[in-house]
């Protein structure tokens, strides 16, 4: 059991972000003799972190609320959390909190 890796063409969108980050949108932080499956795919989630912890910053310095508010990140963060546990557990159902979201 477990998962065989295999290369995927990836969107890259690091020509929206500055140059000094853009960088990481295709790569990780694993060498060669420690990889990780979503790293060999595209420096994980589809190299999202770079665009979230940019729009993040930029909410901040543009002092506006960041297009990820608490609530949505907070129910992100809830299904990682209670799959894991989930998993941790033979399967085990995981009731996921629901911490509310604000209307747009």
């Known amino acids: 059991m477990g998962e065989k890796p ?3 063409d ?3 969108f690091a020509h929206l972000l500055p140059p000094e980050i853009a960088q990481f949108t295709t790569r990780g932080v694993y060498g060669d003799d420690n990889e990780h499956l979503s790293f060999i795919q595209g420096a994980g989630h589809g190299g999202s972190h770079p665009h979230l912890a940019h729009e993040f910053v930029r909410s901040i310095v543009e002092e506006r609320p960041a297009a990820i508010d608490a609530e949505t990140a907070a129910n992100w963060t809830a299904v990682g959390i209670c799959a894991h546990e989930s998993a941790m557990s033979g399967g085990e159902r995981i009731r996921i909190p629901d911490f509310g979201r604000t209307a747009p």
């Open 6 to 8: 295999e290369t995927l």
């Open 10 to 12: 990836v969107v890259d």
